[in-house]
T-cell receptor, first 115, second 113 residues
Framework: AQKVTQAQTEISVVEKEDVTLDCVYE???????LFWYKQPPSGELVFLIR??????QNEISGRYSWNFQKSTSSFNFTITASQVVDSAVYFC????????????FGTGTSLTVIP | EAQVTQNPRYLITVTGKKLTVTCSQN?????MSWYRQDPGLGLRQIYY???????DKGDVPEGYKVSRKEKRNFPLILESPSPNQTSLYFC????????????FGQGTRLTVV
């Protein structure tokens, strides 16, 4: 079974619109970490955020915000007032204490921001 | 500066010609791993290493070999590459604990013809 599900394969929005990327995870561990990475067209993976399982506080960083809800096993990512430079593939990932340092990645969501 | 260095960035090779993709990290991490990225499949783990001389298979190990003779280096070896190994490859070095994070190399785009 997929440990990290990103149901949205592709999303297109017009510049300045808000967009939310969904991430649902599955784990039996009580200690785990959740991540979001951005992959721009140049191909490298850029770390955006890490959240541990004991900290359900939502986080905001500029136009980016993350909503972590253990009750629904979700870790969604919202971009406010999207810009063309936000066009990229975004990956959600899970790392569990019980499986050592292995990272499980979702299949990614390709976001296109149309000017 | 924390860094994972992968080489080469781009490689075109022919079927059956052995190749090695190098990966080096400067963070003294014990855990390193290799992933391949294919459209619609996300990143899938090929091999990982918990420490020097300790390696294990990930989800898609067939056709690959690795070695971990030193902590900083974790090369990926394709003994006899085939076209289905055409992919984008990433090396990762992982810190664990309160600052758990995977640091990725720049990626290697491999084409096997």
């Amino acid at each position: 079974a997929q440990k990290v599900t990103q149901a949205q394969t592709e999303i297109s929005v017009v510049e300045k619109e808000d967009v939310t990327l969904d991430c649902v995870y599955e784990t039996r561990d009580t200690t785990y970490y959740l991540f979001w990475y951005k992959q721009p067209p140049s191909g490298e993976l850029v770390f955006l955020i890490r959240r541990n399982s004991f900290d359900e506080q939502n986080e905001i960083s500029g136009r980016y915000s993350w909503n972590f809800q253990k009750s629904t096993s979700s870790f969604n990512f919202t971009i406010t007032a999207s810009q063309v430079v936000d066009s990229a593939v975004y990956f959600c990932a899970l790392s569990e204490a019980g499986t050592g340092n292995q990272f499980y990645f979702g299949t990614g969501t390709s976001l296109t921001v149309i000017p | 500066e924390a860094q994972v260095t992968q080489n080469p960035r781009y490689l075109i090779t022919v079927t059956g010609k052995k190749l090695t993709v190098t990966c080096s990290q400067n963070m003294n991490h014990e855990y390193m791993s290799w992933y391949r990225q294919d459209p619609g499949l996300g990143l899938r783990q090929i091999y990982y290493s918990m420490n020097v001389e300790v390696t294990d298979k990930g989800d898609v190990p067939e056709g690959y070999k690795v070695s971990r003779k030193e902590k900083r280096n974790f090369p990926l070896i394709l003994e006899s590459p085939s076209p289905n190994q055409t992919s984008l490859y990433f090396c990762a070095s992982v810190s664990w604990g309160g600052r758990t994070e995977a640091f990725f190399g720049q990626g290697t785009r491999l084409t096997v013809v």
